[in-house]
């Protein structure tokens, strides 16, 4: 929703969905998760207690949980969050664009808080080798759906920012991605 510039109502009910979950532990919660029934749907109003029981999607003291909604929807803190994960995702997208190497591109144009990036797996591993970057993986779905054929000294990676991330973070990746592509495009390999 933060990304396409839409409404809730929009991305809802307006569109004609029942029933939504809507999940908030990607975006600041601890295993906060709501279910949001439109459309005056009487037989779901009343079985859902019940079916929420028997798929034991139940913890103790559930109000905990559930109150972290209120800070969560206060001032569109949610929305905040998003936006912000996005933007540090746009931010590494213009940064790998702007290097212009044959080690490291873009598979697709970001359009949320993901990039699928193309990388030789000797710049991942320089990269992993610092030691300071969050663990990101090979994503090995999809590869067949690459714009431009993946080598077989590539890989396909998937890298998730959040509403935690800093642009520090990002500039530092950046820098290091930057880094590790000079040096194999040189010949000299990653250096220790």
């Known amino acids: 929703m933060a990304a396409l510039g839409c409404t809730a109502a929009e991305m809802s009910w307006k569109s004609g969905v029942d029933i939504l979950s809507f999940g908030a532990s990607k975006n600041g919660c601890w295993c906060a998760e709501a279910i949001l029934v439109f459309n005056d749907l009487q037989q779901a109003h009343k079985d859902f207690p019940f079916l929420r029981k028997r798929a034991a999607h139940l913890f103790s003291k559930t109000r905990f949980i559930a109150a972290q909604f209120e800070a969560y929807f206060h001032d569109s803190l949610w929305l905040r969050n998003a936006r912000h994960a996005n933007e540090m995702a746009f931010r590494l997208a213009s940064s790998i664009r702007s290097m212009r190497s044959k080690m490291v591109r873009l598979a697709w144009k970001p359009q949320a808080n993901e990039l699928f990036v193309v990388m030789r797996q000797s710049v991942a591993d320089g990269i992993r080798s610092i030691g300071r970057i969050s663990p990101f993986y090979e994503w090995l779905p999809g590869k067949e759906d690459v714009r431009e054929p993946i080598t077989a000294e590539e890989g396909l ?22 880094k590790f592509s000079k040096e194999e495009e040189g010949g000299t390999g990653p250096s220790s």
């Open 157 to 178: 990676f998937r890298l998730v920012t959040t509403f935690a991330t800093t642009a520090d973070e990002i500039d530092e990746f950046g820098t290091l991605l930057s």
